[in-house]
């Protein structure tokens, strides 16, 4: 089955590279890769431009800045394969990434998997892990070493790695709103994505306290529960005197305090994006 692979981009002329030769390097070959700029303000097109003529079935489409979830959903819309795979442009693979992910819709030789429609995997590295910063947004987010995610994950989740263009199709896509509009589509399907064992993949975590900040100004723009009471229970955790104390603790337990740091700007980013989402009403793209 063909398979497209679809890419959201905004300000990505670093990363965008390494990911599509990343691509380019699958076993699995019966795909393309369409790209979408949401209306960034770095190179990421000339940077694209260049891989254009150099890299088979690569396309590349513009939009205004509307999100990634708008952006995936303009590049489904113009994709070619019946299998839709969304990844984003900081991302790397290894070589049967793609054969691995779709295995489960397509089923290898000989067997079926009917009753699966989509896929996700388990098997997400973080790439730079090499990084102090890195790390410490791990010990953030209480994710297993090295990985993406927590122990014990479930072999089923809310967001989709693959899923069949038809299905897709058939609820329209995401729906646009930020943080997290990748867990929309799991929710008007009415089903989650299933494990594909061996799609093995690598994806940055922050590495420095710029973009540590700016990240987690954007996942403070989030649509909290309970409205306001949510609100305003977030700005209370991100207070000063509590992101000290949570650094404080977790960096020994860690043994590491640089956590300390990473904690007050990370709760300082989320306390400003809390803060902007009441007073202009807008949530993050």
């Known amino acids: 089955m063909k398979v497209s692979v679809v890419i959201p981009v905004y300000n990505e002329q670093d990363a965008i590279i390494e990911c599509i030769e990343s691509l380019q390097a ?7 890769v369409v790209v979408v700029d949401d209306g960034g303000s770095d190179k990421t097109l000339e940077v694209l431009s260049d891989l254009r003529f150099k890299i088979k079935d690569l396309r590349i489409l513009k939009q205004e800045h509307k999100g990634a979830g708008a952006a995936r959903n303009l590049g489904a819309k113009e994709a070619n394969g019946e299998i839709l ?7 790397t693979f290894d070589k ?13 030789p000989f067997q079926s998997f009917d009753d699966v429609n989509g ?8 790439a730079n892990w090499d990084n102090p910063w890195a790390r410490c947004w791990n010990i953030n987010e209480g994710w297993e ?24 199709e058939k609820v329209g896509g995401f729906t646009p709103g930020g943080y997290d509009d990748d867990w929309s589509l799991s929710k008007k399907l009415g089903y989650e994505a299933v494990n594909a064992p061996g799609a093995i993949f690598y994806h940055k975590n922050p590495s420095n306290l710029s973009e540590i900040f700016n990240h987690a100004k954007w996942v403070g723009k989030r649509k909290y529960k309970f ?15 509590i992101s000290i104390f949570v ?10 305090l640089r956590f ?21 009403g807008k949530k993050s793209k």
Do not use: C, W
């Open 145 to 168: 070493e090295k990985r993406r995610h927590p122990k014990n994950y479930p072999d089923h989740q809310p967001v989709f790695r693959a899923i069949l263009k038809s299905e897709f």
């Open 247 to 256: 650094g404080l603790v977790k960096g020994i337990r860690n043994k590491d």
């Open 119 to 126: 896929t996700f995997s388990k098997e997400e590295f973080v």
């Open 260 to 280: 300390i740091v990473f904690k007050l700007v990370y709760d300082f980013g989320v306390f400003k994006g809390i803060i902007e989402l009441i007073t202009s």
């Open 26 to 32: 699958q076993n699995y070959k019966d795909f393309d």
């Open 96 to 108: 049967n990434f793609l054969k691995k992910l779709v295995e489960p819709i397509i089923g290898p």
């Open 85 to 91: 795979v969304f990844v984003d442009a900081d991302m």
């Open 227 to 241: 409205g306001y009471l949510g609100d305003i229970v977030a700005l209370i955790r991100s207070f000063f005197p």
